[in-house]
């Protein structure tokens, strides 16, 4: 049906989204390589003049760059690693036939539609909260010492309040993924011999490698540029400051829009290795 | 060893009682096939004896010992599904070393019996493909070498043949029977298909509704059905079976009469008819009679060779009374 006509119409018609797309993303890519060779400080004068790769050097040699790449792959991978875990736990319980599992399988995704901002109040306010938190209350229940979370135990808090909102996407992927998985081989492998523990070392966890995959690539993309969860828990504060939330600290707080767009272009560099990384360990799963 | 005992065996879905209590005895190294109509359960059966379903009353007795309680692993069974399922992710070689290598069997005794089922089964070019790249019929040979290399007490087959193509299902029909042979372990096979029954079994099991209809061998079955249900499942194409006058005159409900016992002639005969649709098929040719005098139903008639008569000519049956079946109102053989 391809004809020439019908391929020229066709290319015609997809040029809008093509354009707006290349917009979206070339305009805001070039902006933010454009300010990171200049000095621009909005309210101390503006735009001061090129500077070269002062500002990338600036950004590098400052003391906080290298914790904030740590702090960003420590959230990124703590979340990683709980997610797939709990989430692949959670998928085999609610694949069991159980009374109200509708219900039940509502009321685990719901974390997803709750928005980081709100979700993050809620923990710092609800849970964490070291003199009316529900997690204050059960230590004082049993006679300990509240945890002042957000300042003694900041990453992990941080870790376990992102991870509470991407289980669900884990968890839904992995669900439709094992729902897939052909009883029958499961039947064969239990005539074969194997162990529970074995069926889902040999049979279960290799059929869900590639939704593994994707949840894996999928979140790293979104974890690499957290914000609000930080900005309304501690505000950067105690070792949990991300390279976006450095990035957002130079251009708002210190208002230097050059220093902070050469910070943009490390974020860039930061997420291809990551990604290079993850698509060698991982991305073999895709194919076939 | 591999005797199979099935004692008043029964199974229900909540309320739905799919297998009735049931007696059922599969001597060592028979080759069974149970056999019925889709819905019947023969699957069932078979995945009660595999252990895949838990019995919801009666005992199952493998070599003697009650295996009704027993994990599928632990009976000493192997069994090959209609999916073949076999693990997508694994090469054949490691597919096949599956069930050794949960059971802790050495390496090099694993290797020794891959080697010769592979050999066996004509794999052994494709011992490091992957199930994706093999076609349906060599798929089926690598479930069936995984289920060899167990050396069970008997094998259980669950329609395996439904997912091939026609020729190459004569093709594993062969190479079943041939394994059997060779072998001489027991084989439970389920089906559907009487042909596959008729053609592989040492006896067969008839089923309908989780009754068993008739046990026997496949001539004692086409010969001597114990009731119309099996008469008509049995035999390909089906028993003309004949009700009304014609049957009382034999003094039965209902007769039957296989194609092959009816003589066919354009001149004289007891029944006359029109000829309506035939079917050639060279060696054979069925003609559908239709015959005023025993109802609406048209017979299928068997001729030898190439008869030509047209659609719409007339012709006289003639059946042959030696080889009547008579079937009373309960439809029990008389």
Same mark, same amino acid.
């Given at each position: 049906?391809?004809?020439?006509?019908?391929?020229?119409?066709?290319?015609?018609?997809?040029?809008?989204?093509? %354009?707006? $797309?290349?917009?979206?993303?070339?305009?805001?890519?070039?902006?933010?390589?454009?300010?990171?060779?200049?000095?621009?400080?909005?309210?101390?004068?503006?735009?001061?003049?090129?500077?070269?790769?002062?500002?990338?050097?600036?950004?590098?040699?400052?003391?906080?760059?290298?914790?904030?790449?740590?702090?960003?792959?420590?959230?990124?991978?703590?979340?990683?690693?709980?997610?797939?875990?709990?989430?692949?736990?959670?998928?085999?319980?609610?694949?069991?036939?159980?009374?109200?599992?509708?219900?039940?399988?509502?009321?685990?995704?719901?974390?997803?539609?709750?928005?980081?901002?709100?979700?993050?109040?809620?923990?710092?306010?609800?849970?964490?909260?070291?003199?009316?938190?529900?997690?204050?209350?059960?230590?004082?229940?049993?006679?300990?010492?509240? %945890?002042?979370?957000?300042?003694?135990?900041?990453?992990?808090?941080?870790?376990?309040?992102?991870?509470?909102?991407?289980?669900?996407?884990?968890?839904?992927?992995?669900?439709?993924?094992?729902?897939?998985?052909?009883?029958?081989?499961?039947?064969?492998?239990?005539?074969?011999?194997?162990?529970?523990?074995?069926?889902?070392?040999?049979?279960?966890?290799?059929?869900?490698?590639?939704?593994?995959?994707?949840?894996?690539?999928?979140?790293?993309?979104?974890?690499?540029?957290?914000?609000?969860?930080?900005?309304?828990?501690?505000?950067?504060?105690? @070792?949990?400051?991300?390279?976006?939330?450095?990035?957002?600290?130079?251009?708002?707080?210190?208002?230097?829009?050059?220093?902070?767009?050469?910070?943009? %272009?490390?974020?860039?560099?930061?997420?291809?290795?990551?990604?290079?990384?993850?698509?060698?360990?991982?991305?073999?799963?895709?194919?076939? | 060893?591999?005797?199979?005992?099935?004692?008043?065996?029964?199974?229900?879905?909540?309320?739905?009682?799919?297998?009735?209590?049931?007696?059922?005895?599969?001597?060592?190294?028979?080759?069974?096939?149970?056999?019925?109509?889709?819905?019947?359960?023969?699957?069932?059966?078979?995945?009660?004896?595999?252990?895949?379903? !838990? %019995?919801?009353?009666?005992?199952?007795?493998?070599? *003697?010992?009650?295996?009704?309680?027993?994990?599928?692993?632990?009976?000493? $069974?192997?069994?090959?599904?209609? /999916?073949?399922?076999?693990?997508?992710?694994?090469?054949?070689?490691?597919?096949?070393?599956?069930?050794?290598?949960?059971?802790?069997?050495?390496?090099?005794?694993?290797?020794?019996?891959?080697?010769?089922?592979?050999?066996? $089964?004509?794999?052994?070019?494709?011992?490091?493909?992957?199930?994706?790249?093999?076609?349906?019929?060599?798929?089926?040979?690598?479930?069936?070498?995984?289920?060899?290399? *167990?050396?069970?007490?008997?094998?259980?087959?669950?329609?395996?043949? /439904?997912?091939?193509?026609?020729?190459?299902?004569?093709?594993?029909?062969?190479?079943?029977?041939?394994?059997?042979?060779?072998?001489?372990?027991?084989?439970?096979?389920?089906?559907?298909?009487?042909?596959?029954?008729?053609?592989?079994?040492?006896?067969?099991?008839?089923?309908?509704?989780?009754?068993?209809?008739?046990?026997?061998?496949?001539?004692?079955?086409?010969?001597?059905?114990?009731?119309?249900?099996?008469?008509?499942?049995?035999?390909?194409?089906?028993?003309?079976?004949?009700?009304?006058?014609?049957?009382?005159? +034999?003094?039965?409900?209902?007769?039957?009469?296989?194609?092959?016992?009816?003589?066919?002639?354009?001149?004289?005969?007891?029944?006359?008819?029109?000829?309506?649709?035939?079917? +050639?098929?060279?060696? !054979?040719?069925?003609?559908?009679?239709?015959?005023?005098?025993?109802?609406?139903?048209?017979?299928?008639?068997?001729?030898?060779?190439?008869?030509?008569?047209?659609?719409?000519?007339?012709?006289?049956?003639?059946?042959?009374?030696?080889?009547?079946?008579?079937? @009373?109102?309960?439809?029990?053989?008389?």
């Amino acid at each position: 049906m391809a004809t020439q006509h019908s391929r020229s119409a066709a290319r015609l018609m997809m040029a809008p989204a093509v %354009v707006l $797309l290349l917009g979206w993303m070339l305009i805001p890519l070039t902006m933010t390589l454009y300010f990171s060779f200049k000095k621009y400080l909005p309210m101390r004068g503006g735009d001061l003049g090129w500077v070269g790769f002062e500002n990338y050097s600036r950004f590098l040699s400052s003391s906080s760059f290298w914790p904030s790449i740590t702090a960003t792959l420590m959230i990124v991978g703590g979340v990683l690693i709980i997610t797939v875990v709990l989430g692949i736990l959670l998928a085999i319980l609610l694949n069991q036939p159980m009374w109200g599992q509708g219900v039940v399988r509502i009321l685990v995704i719901a974390p997803f539609f709750v928005m980081p901002t709100v979700s993050a109040l809620v923990w710092k306010n609800m849970f964490m909260d070291p003199n009316y938190g529900l997690l204050a209350y059960l230590w004082k229940f049993f006679g300990a010492q509240p %945890v002042e979370w957000l300042s003694q135990a900041s990453l992990p808090s941080i870790i376990m309040i992102v991870s509470w909102q991407w289980l669900p996407f884990a968890t839904l992927i992995l669900l439709t993924a094992i729902q897939s998985l052909d009883g029958e081989q499961l039947e064969a492998s239990e005539m074969d011999g194997a162990s529970p523990l074995a069926r889902f070392g040999y049979i279960v966890l290799p059929h869900l490698a590639r939704a593994i995959t994707i949840v894996i690539l999928i979140q790293t993309i979104f974890l690499l540029s957290i914000f609000a969860e930080i900005f309304v828990t501690t505000g950067g504060a105690f @070792g949990t400051k991300t390279l976006t939330y450095l990035i957002f600290q130079r251009v708002l707080e210190s208002q230097n829009v050059g220093l902070g767009s050469a910070g943009g %272009v490390y974020a860039i560099i930061l997420a291809n290795i990551v990604a290079i990384f993850l698509m060698r360990i991982v991305g073999k799963n895709l194919d076939a | 060893m591999g005797r199979i005992t099935l004692d008043k065996v029964r199974k229900a879905f909540g309320d739905i009682e799919v297998i009735p209590p049931l007696d059922l005895t599969i001597e060592d190294g028979e080759f069974v096939v149970f056999v019925g109509p889709s819905g019947c359960g023969k699957s069932t059966l078979l995945r009660l004896i595999a252990g895949l379903e !838990d %019995v919801s009353g009666g005992q199952i007795r493998i070599d *003697r010992e009650d295996a009704t309680e027993l994990p599928p692993a632990k009976r000493g $069974l192997a069994m090959v599904f209609q /999916s073949y399922a076999l693990y997508p992710h694994m090469s054949v070689r490691k597919n096949i070393a599956f069930p050794m290598k949960m059971a802790g069997v050495p390496h090099d005794e694993q290797e020794r019996r891959i080697a010769s089922a592979a050999k066996a $089964l004509n794999l052994t070019d494709y011992l490091d493909r992957k199930p994706g790249q093999l076609s349906g019929g060599q798929r089926q040979r690598v479930a069936i070498g995984r289920a060899i290399v *167990r050396e069970p007490a008997a094998f259980l087959f669950d329609e395996p043949l /439904s997912n091939l193509d026609a020729a190459l299902r004569v093709g594993m029909r062969l190479e079943i029977s041939e394994l059997h042979k060779r072998l001489a372990t027991t084989m439970i096979y389920v089906t559907h298909d009487q042909v596959e029954a008729m053609t592989m079994a040492d006896k067969i099991v008839v089923l309908q509704a989780g009754r068993i209809e008739q046990v026997g061998t496949p001539l004692e079955l086409y010969n001597t059905p114990r009731n119309k249900f099996v008469a008509g499942f049995i035999g390909s194409p089906k028993m003309n079976l004949i009700e009304g006058d014609a049957a009382t005159q +034999h003094g039965a409900t209902t007769i039957g009469i296989r194609p092959e016992h009816i003589g066919i002639s354009a001149e004289s005969g007891l029944w006359e008819g029109v000829v309506g649709v035939s079917e +050639h098929l060279g060696s !054979d040719t069925f003609f559908h009679v239709k015959v005023e005098a025993v109802g609406a139903e048209p017979l299928t008639v068997r001729a030898s060779g190439e008869v030509s008569l047209k659609y719409g000519d007339r012709v006289f049956l003639s059946p042959d009374m030696k080889n009547l079946h008579k079937f @009373g109102a309960d439809g029990l053989r008389i």
